[in-house]
T-cell receptor, first 116, second 116 residues
Framework: AQTVTQSQPEMSVQEAETVTLSCTYD???????LFWYKQPPSRQMILVIR??????QNATENRFSVNFQKAAKSFSLKISDSQLGDTAMYFC?????????????FGKGTRLHILP | GAVVSQHPSWVICKSGTSVKIECRSL??????MFWYRQFPKQSLMLMAT?????????EQGVEKDKFLINHASLTLSTLTVTSAHPEDSSFYIC????????????FGPGTRLLVL
């Protein structure tokens, strides 16, 4: 069975600083996807970034980037130049690839506060 | 981008009544839809996976007679909470996976259910 672990329940950083959220996962699958989702106070789930396991290059989306270490099964999210709007719950997630019924497995989340 | 809607966004009902929640993919056809439940300050818990025209697959511990799921078309899935009780009060979120094979799941905005 796959598991996703986020070891930081809560974090706070000053606006404009860089912050890194940690995530580790466990799987025996070779083909899978990893995600970071953001859930702001509105509770709408927003996809922040996605990484295909077969790609060595780390995914990047504007101020958001990941450090994907496949051998270590680590998938951290770096937020550069943090903004007040980045305040949210962040979920790391895993999904096996290849089957339409494959479900997303979420970590417990990290609550991130960006301080003015 | 792909949009998933949910209706209603919030509902209050009396104990013993049934409540239906709709999940629609607005601009794409969804092969598979997923239903989640989220308690305050917790992660998303998958309840069931539904495919158009077939019976839903429920996660262990989820009562299929309590939470009825119907996926009648490629753009609509419904979750009916039957004989609701206060412990069913929660935030219910659906997600949909694009028929065209994208590995991305798109999330609805959620439905807040309060059972009195």
């Amino acid at each position: 069975a796959q598991t996703v672990t986020q070891s930081q329940p809560e974090m706070s950083v000053q606006e404009a600083e860089t912050v890194t959220l940690s995530c580790t996962y466990d799987t025996s699958e070779s083909n899978y996807y990893l995600f970071w989702y953001k859930q702001p106070p509105s509770r709408q789930m927003i996809l922040v970034i996605r990484q295909e396991a077969y790609k060595q290059q780390n995914a990047t989306e504007n101020r958001f980037s990941v450090n994907f270490q496949k051998a270590a099964k680590s998938f951290s999210l770096k937020i550069s130049d943090s903004q007040l709007g980045d305040t949210a719950m962040y979920f790391c997630a895993f999904m096996r690839a290849g089957n339409r019924d494959d479900k997303i497995i979420f970590g417990k989340g990290t609550r991130l506060h960006i301080l003015p | 981008g792909a949009v998933v809607s949910q209706h209603p966004s919030w509902v209050i009902c009396k104990s013993g009544t049934s409540v239906k929640i709709e999940c629609r993919s607005l601009d794409f056809q969804a092969t598979t839809m997923f239903w989640y439940r989220q308690f305050p300050k917790q992660s998303l818990m998958l309840m069931a996976t539904s495919n158009e025209g077939s019976k839903a697959t429920y996660e262990q511990g989820v009562e299929k007679d309590k939470f009825l799921i119907n996926h009648a078309s490629l753009t609509l899935s419904t979750l009916t909470v039957t004989s609701a009780h206060p412990e069913d009060s929660s935030f219910y979120i659906c997600s949909a996976r694009d028929l065209k094979g994208s590995e991305t799941q798109y999330f609805g905005p959620g439905t807040r259910l309060l059972v009195l």
